[in-house]
């Protein structure tokens, strides 16, 4: 029964050594973005029905959150604020408060830990009492023109707290370069823009929509009108060569594993700083499993995030990423 076989691709997958001298990828802390939800006030914990094991805090709890981050390696922490419902109203305008909760948010997380990166979302659903992520006619369509001259407003009031990465969710036309044009007219030219440039209308945010209760707002409505249709691949090329030309440093795609596809075209169409956002319908699917007991959490945590990699994305944003970071440091 011997074979005389020129290759045996199995010889480089017999011992760990082997295996980890040979591996194609790694995953490190250092990809990982870290998305929380926060709460004004003080002393506020609350559970996420639909996310076991994520929960809105407000700032002093987040502070301990941020520490983790830091003594983790995980470099950035995104924040998603959870507004009162009496701060929503039709025009959002709670979004450009330079005291509102985001910007008071940043500028006590950085003081305390300058070196704690922070990103922000640009987009208006928060804020909003009907939950769309921009400003509506009378029929409920978001404008686009309308809602970029606000978005420009949110995104300096952030980036003026003292926020490190903006990255517009919203995903009107023309946002990017009148950010960046913004930005610029203000001299904050250290302030990078990651773009949510291939932003699907996807049911895997509906938890995410729980979180910062804009679920009910939102109602039967959906955001077709301006996120891509997943029937779509080439269309993301064009979302991503819009947002590089008119100035965004790093371009995200979303959501993740079901759009691997699309990562690994970004990637090599644009060899640029490419993310993923493994969102919260990813998340929920994964915990409610384990919970079942039918599936190793940590393992297939760890085998998805690195699938992301393997697809080309440089980092990816990630409720997990404080639980993933631990797991690391213990294989
Ligand atoms: C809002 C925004 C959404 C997410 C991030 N920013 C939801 C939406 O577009 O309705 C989703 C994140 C997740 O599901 O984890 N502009």
Not at 79 to 89: D, G, H, N
Not at 159 to 183: N, Y
Request: aromatic share 6%; proline share 5%.
């Amino acid at each position: 029964m011997t074979q005389h076989l020129l290759h045996r691709p199995r010889r480089l997958r017999r011992t760990d050594a082997l295996r980890r001298l040979v591996a194609e990828h790694t995953l490190s802390a250092s990809d990982f973005i870290y998305p929380v939800f926060v709460l004004p006030g003080q002393q506020r914990r609350e559970a996420v029905a639909s996310m076991p094991g994520v929960e809105r805090l407000s700032l002093d709890l987040l502070l301990h959150k941020a520490e983790e981050c830091l003594q983790l390696g995980v470099p950035v922490m995104a924040l998603f604020p959870v507004i009162e419902t009496e701060k929503k109203t039709e025009d959002g305008r709670e979004a450009t408060n330079p005291d509102g909760l985001v910007p008071t948010v940043v500028r006590a997380i950085k003081s305390r830990f300058p070196e704690l990166m922070l990103l922000t979302d640009v987009a208006l659903d928060p804020f909003t009492t009907h939950g769309q992520d921009g400003l509506i006619d009378s029929t409920g369509y978001v404008l686009n023109d309308e809602t970029v001259a606000v978005l420009r407003q949110q995104a300096l009031v952030q980036a003026e707290a003292g926020v490190d990465i903006v990255a517009p969710s919203d995903m009107m036309d023309g946002r990017i370069g009148a950010i960046r044009e913004t930005l610029e007219a203000h001299r904050l030219i250290h302030t990078s823009i990651m773009a949510y440039s291939a932003k699907y209308a996807s049911a895997y945010y509906g938890p995410f929509r729980d979180a910062v209760g804009s679920k009910g707002n939102l109602g039967k409505s959906n955001k077709k009108v301006y996120q891509m249709n997943p029937a779509n691949s080439d269309e993301a090329l064009l979302e991503v060569s819009l947002d590089l030309e008119e100035g965004a440093d790093m371009v995200m795609v979303k959501p993740g594993l079901p759009y691997l596809d699309i990562v690994r075209r970004v990637k090599e169409q644009f060899a640029r700083p490419t993310f993923a956002y493994q969102v919260s319908g990813e998340y929920a699917m994964i915990k409610a499993a384990a919970q079942h007991g039918w599936l190793d959490e940590p393992a297939v945590v760890l085998e998805t995030l690195l699938a992301f990699k393997r697809a080309g994305a440089d980092g990816i944003l990630t409720y997990f990423a404080l639980d993933a970071a631990k797991w690391l440091k213990q294989a």
